[in-house]
């Protein structure tokens, strides 16, 4: 005997459904569908239905989208099945991408080789200019904090406004990658051997961290934040693989449940 509606989901429904009884919202003949499913299908079948109810109902109270999981994986959007498949492709490379940068060593700085370094510096360079209002230190804090920075907006953009977690965790994989690209700069600045854009080294080639360790008095320090920085990099990398697979998860149960 149906709860709800096995088509529209509709209740209550007659009590006696024996033939002809049919739901009053859509007309389906209810001693029709009990015939043709068996007693696993019905379950499912309401289950489903249960679950898209729901949905629908999460959507229908904006309020519940300010709890946190509501923002973080926006449980009740629609999923458009073509924009889902090109996410779970980008997933997948973004995934095998940001394992191929975690091993890379900081020590060397074997990251700045990488594709992803250069619009990254891009972002650096922008952080000087911008920073330069703020005085002679803020301006060389200012080239990492404008790497950092850029990702940061991203994904808040696309988190809080496009209401799109999925995004969100890419800007987020973007922010962690960010961190391992700044990690050999930081790394380097006790012993310099890394290429800087005038083409020197150290503080000769204007290195960064040499000057701002050595006015904090953490110069000696500079690898141990150096390989703390990388580790933070490599955790936030992994923090944003999971994230959006884990609402790509969530993202094929609704589709599974809408067809």
């Not at 990702?151 to 990658?177: M, Y």
Request: aromatic share 10%; net charge positive; proline share 5%.
């Amino acid at each position: 005997m149906f709860t709800l509606c096995p088509k529209c989901g509709h209740k209550p429904l007659p009590e006696n459904q024996a033939f002809p009884a049919a739901c009053p919202s859509c007309g389906v003949i209810l001693d029709k569908v009990t015939k043709s499913l068996d007693e696993r299908g019905i379950a499912d079948l309401v289950k489903m239905r249960h679950k898209s109810q729901r949905i629908k109902a999460t959507y229908a109270n904006p309020r519940k989208l300010t709890k946190p999981r509501a923002i973080l994986f926006n449980e009740s959007a629609d999923v458009d099945s073509a924009v889902f498949w090109c996410c779970v492709v980008l997933w997948f490379l973004f995934a095998i991408w940001g394992m191929n940068l975690l091993v890379q060593d900081y020590r060397t700085g074997q990251i700045g080789a990488s594709f992803i370094h250069r619009p990254l510096l891009i972002f650096h360079e922008a952080g000087h200019v911008i920073s330069r209002l703020f005085g002679n230190w803020m301006m060389v804090l200012g080239g990492t904090l404008g790497q950092l920075i850029m990702p940061a907006i991203l994904g808040s953009a696309l988190l809080f406004k496009n209401r799109d977690p999925f995004g969100a965790s890419i800007g987020l994989w973007l922010f962690g990658v960010s961190l391992l690209d700044v990690a050999p700069y930081m790394y380097d600045a006790l012993h310099p051997q890394l290429m800087l854009l005038s083409g020197m080294t150290g503080e000769e080639g204007g290195h960064d961290w040499i000057y701002l360790f050595s006015s904090l008095g953490l110069l000696a320090k500079a690898q141990v934040v150096g390989a703390v920085v990388h580790k933070l990099g490599a955790l936030t990398v992994i923090v944003a693989i999971a994230w959006g697979g884990w609402v790509l998860r969530l993202q094929h149960t609704r589709l599974c449940a809408g067809t």
